[in-house]
């Protein structure tokens, strides 16, 4: 047999038992199809290339230079303007596909990672966390809904929920949850340029309400908790607040009271950019049984002494 095809089929059974015993030194082809395809592949491309390789080498000892030279030439030494040869491009394309669909649909991409993993255990607890939820008393809800708001709500609430104020300029930093304290120039500018601050579906068109002392009254009544008397012009929001400022779920925020409702709205919305600044979108980071069990908390008064 010739020489050259000897040392070919040696060279692809060094390179097969090479890549064999690489692949397999940690059991990686144990039922594992993606390795074993990408192992397929290598064969395949192992096996074109040292045929390719052969026929050329064989045309080299054979082969006489013909064709045309390229116009440049350096010192008298010119370059053949030769086609690709077929093979080889053949191997580069096939090496470029396997490499492609090893990177997308192999490891890299496809298969384990650390924060799959990660993702994974961390659905898997939170399930499982839901599951032993469902049979918490009131009680023991508003105890978790705490633990939760003092890691993600008292950093800018306050661990009583009071609100945190900057110390150098006064100025308030994040609401005061145990009551809900609408300032008169808010309601006003809310009146006129409606909201769409807290995630009811829609928002708050700008009112009809056009006469300033007609404004000036709803908002004095509403700033100062609703309490005295009721001006007649409350009557336009009340058809969606509710007459006594308690809202309705889905319709309308209450006006005086964080209740269960516009705690999870807002948290479940986007990013609220209020009047004394901008309250993050918190929802990405909590559970839906996280806000749950925060908005509950939020509802009964942060500063409320819980039972033990
Ligand atoms: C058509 C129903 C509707 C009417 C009428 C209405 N509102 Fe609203 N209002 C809403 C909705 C919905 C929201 C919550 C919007 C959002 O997602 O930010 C809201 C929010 C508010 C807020 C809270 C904004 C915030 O950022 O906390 C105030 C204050 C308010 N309305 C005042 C009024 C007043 C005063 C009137 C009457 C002049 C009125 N609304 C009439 C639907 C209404
Ligand atoms: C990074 C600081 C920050 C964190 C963390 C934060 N908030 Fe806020 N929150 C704010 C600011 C600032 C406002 C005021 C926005 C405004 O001007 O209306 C606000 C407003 C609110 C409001 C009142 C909205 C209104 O219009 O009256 C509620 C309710 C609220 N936050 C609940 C929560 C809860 C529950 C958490 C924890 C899950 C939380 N926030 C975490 C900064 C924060």
């Not at 003092?150 to 949850?177: F, I, M, S, W």
Request: with cysteine; net charge negative.
């Amino acid at each position: 047999m010739n020489k050259i095809y000897l040392a070919a089929i040696v060279t692809t059974l060094a390179m097969l038992g090479f890549t064999y015993v690489a692949m397999d030194i940690k059991g990686g082809l144990n039922d594992d199809i993606v390795n074993q395809l990408a192992i397929l592949g290598a064969v395949v491309l192992v096996i074109a290339t040292v045929f390719v390789v052969t026929k050329y080498v064989r045309q080299m000892q054979t082969d006489k230079a013909t064709g045309d030279l390229t116009e440049e030439n350096w010192d008298g030494i010119g370059e053949y303007m030769n086609e690709m040869p077929f093979g080889w491009s053949v191997i580069f394309l096939l090496t470029i596909i396997w490499g492609l669909w090893y990177w997308t649909a192999g490891y890299p991409v496809a298969a384990y990672s650390q924060i799959g993993e990660w993702n994974e255990e961390v659905a898997a607890k939170n399930a499982s966390i839901a599951q032993r939820a469902a049979n918490l008393t009131p009680n023991e809800k508003l105890h978790l809904g705490k633990a939760v708001f003092n890691v993600q709500c008292a950093p800018c609430h306050g661990t009583n929920g009071k609100g945190q104020e900057n110390y150098q300029t006064g100025d308030l930093r994040a609401e005061n949850l145990n009551k809900r304290a609408l300032s008169k120039k808010y309601v006003e500018k809310v009146i006129r340029e409606g909201s769409n601050q807290l995630g009811y579906a829609g928002g708050m068109p700008p009112m009809m309400l056009q006469d300033d002392a007609d404004i000036d009254a709803v908002a004095t009544y509403i700033e100062g908790g609703m309490k005295g008397e009721q001006p007649a012009q409350y009557a336009v929001c009340g058809s969606c607040h509710g007459m006594n400022g308690e809202g309705m779920d889905f319709v309308a925020p209450s006006l005086t009271a964080y209740n269960v409702d516009l705690v999870k709205t807002l948290l479940t919305s986007g990013t609220k950019k209020g009047e004394i600044g901008t309250m993050p979108r918190e929802a990405k980071i909590l559970t839906p049984l996280q806000i749950e069990l925060v908005a509950a908390f939020v509802a009964n008064g942060p500063a409320t002494e819980l039972e033990e």
